[in-house]
């Protein structure tokens, strides 16, 4: 394990690099697994095939935010949005909610787009974060 800020060694228990103060998995400039120099902005570690972002760990696309925070709105009552960045258990719930309260799905679905709105709900499913393009 190494830093992927500046390259030092890691300890497997440590949480942050003692070298530059970044927590562990945080930064893209060095590869995690063999510590070498990865060029920015790269998927993989060209030395050892590692994944080097979180997109590439997730092995998904980014999600588009204006999409979920549209389908959130226009069709978040029965979960739509929820099922695009692959909460499949939570859009049916909704569903359930919906056909047995009427209301119950619309107003967790408000809440959802509030949070995708404030950033606090930023990340898919698989932890991949949103594209934003607001
Ligand atoms: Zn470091
Ligand atoms: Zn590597």
């Given at each position: 394990?190494?830093?992927?800020?500046?390259?030092?060694?890691?300890?497997?228990?440590?949480?942050?690099?003692?070298?530059?103060?970044?927590?562990?998995?945080?930064?893209?400039?060095?590869?995690?697994?063999?510590?070498?120099?990865?060029?920015?902005?790269?998927?993989?570690?060209?030395?050892?095939?590692?994944?080097?972002?979180?997109?590439?760990?997730?092995?998904?696309?980014?999600?588009?935010?204006?999409?979920?925070?549209?389908?959130?709105?226009?069709?978040?009552?029965?979960?739509?949005?929820?099922?695009?960045?692959?909460?499949?258990k939570y859009g049916i719930i909704k569903i359930v909610?919906?056909?047995?309260?009427?209301?119950?799905?619309?107003?967790?679905?408000?809440?959802?787009?509030?949070?995708?709105?404030?950033?606090?709900?930023?990340?898919?499913a698989n932890g991949v974060e949103l594209k934003k393009?607001?």
């Amino acid at each position: 394990m190494y830093c992927k800020n500046c390259g030092n060694e890691l300890n497997e228990n440590a949480v942050a690099c003692m070298s530059c103060g970044f927590a562990k998995g945080d930064g893209s400039k060095f590869c995690a697994n063999c510590g070498k120099e990865v060029n920015p902005g790269a998927a993989i570690c060209t030395n050892c095939g590692a994944a080097v972002t979180a997109k590439a760990a997730a092995g998904g696309e980014q999600k588009s935010k204006l999409v979920a925070v549209l389908l959130a709105f226009f069709l978040g009552s029965i979960g739509i949005h929820d099922f695009y960045l692959g909460y499949t258990k939570y859009g049916i719930i909704k569903i359930v909610l919906t056909v047995c309260t009427g209301v119950g799905g619309g107003i967790w679905a408000l809440i959802d787009f509030i949070r995708l709105l404030t950033g606090s709900l930023d990340k898919d499913a698989n932890g991949v974060e949103l594209k934003k393009e607001f």
